[in-house]
């Protein structure tokens, strides 16, 4: 179900809350920061819509995302869990040799995660943490991998200056095959700059390649990513973004809009 009005309007509500840690979420961009949340508080992080497009000599692809949902809770002050799940995907592919068109629709996996601050546990100054992920086949046949899939980043993060930081997201995956039957390796890491305008605004400039040794035909992909983010309230932030494929392997174009909410 994708998320309702009512609790849409209670992410955009501004409770009182106590003294806590800079409010760092995971979106928007390529990255995963390394920030732990707060003990005791959960935040909630909602990909709106998401649209890409791919188009090749043979097929071309067009792809829509609605309520990409993330929920993080700060178990320790160092150690944070992590699930995640998409309420509704569609796909449609036409074949630019024949015509032929094809369709596929509904909800999406379930991930389940947990993070752990290595060095730093707020993002601060040189920042390093560890986030192992394990993703269910849950979804609907269509649009589900069809098997499990793991993967370890180790987020990265150091200050440049107080408001340009480096950032940087190596990863190892056993990444599902394209046919669901079986898992394959697959690594590469996502890197950029962020930088803070003010206490409101930030930007990111970033890319990732990622080599996937599918069975059924290895690639490497390569994309570019711009994102900028508003923060309203301390505990609150809208964004907004677009990836770009730099190769014939990777998707042309994604564009994404998103909130997230800290409690």
């Known amino acids: 179900m994708l998320p309702t009005l009512p609790f849409l309007l209670a992410l955009l509500a501004s409770p009182a809350q106590a003294q806590l840690r800079d409010f760092c979420p995971e979106r928007p961009g390529l990255d995963t920061p390394p920030c732990i949340l707060d003990k005791g508080h959960w935040q909630v992080e909602i990909g709106l819509a998401d649209l890409a497009r791919d188009r090749t000599p043979e097929r071309k692809t067009t792809s829509l995302t609605l309520g990409d949902t993330e929920w ?13 799940w998409t309420a509704y995907l569609w796909r449609r592919d036409i074949d630019r040799l024949s ?4 369709h596929a629709s509904g909800m999406g996996d379930l991930s389940l995660g947990i993070k752990r601050a290595l060095l730093n546990h707020d993002g601060d100054a040189l ?3 560890g986030a192992a992920t394990i993703t269910l086949p849950t ?3 269509s649009v589900s991998s ?4 793991a993967s370890f980043q180790l987020p ?6 107080d408001s340009l930081s480096l950032i940087a997201t190596p990863e190892i995956d056993a990444a599902a095959d394209e046919d669901g039957h079986g898992r394959h390796l697959a690594y590469g890491s996502a ?19 990622i080599h996937d040794r599918d069975p059924a035909e290895s690639s490497t992909q390569t994309l570019s990513s711009v994102s900028l983010a508003f923060k309203p309230q301390a505990s609150l932030m809208l964004d907004a973004g677009a990836n770009f494929g730099l190769n014939h392997a990777t998707p042309d174009a994604e564009i994404y809009i998103g909130l997230s909410r800290r409690f």
């Open 99 to 102: 015509g032929g068109r094809s």
């Open 72 to 84: 993080r809770y700060g178990l320790d002050g160092n150690t944070e869990l992590r699930a995640a």
């Open 127 to 129: 920042s390093l943490a």
């Open 156 to 161: 990265f993060s150091y200050a440049l200056t």
């Open 139 to 141: 979804g609907s046949d």
């Open 191 to 209: 890197g950029g700059l962020s930088a803070d305008f003010g206490e409101k605004w930030n930007a990111s400039l970033e890319m990732q390649v």
């Open 146 to 149: 069809g098997t499990w899939s």
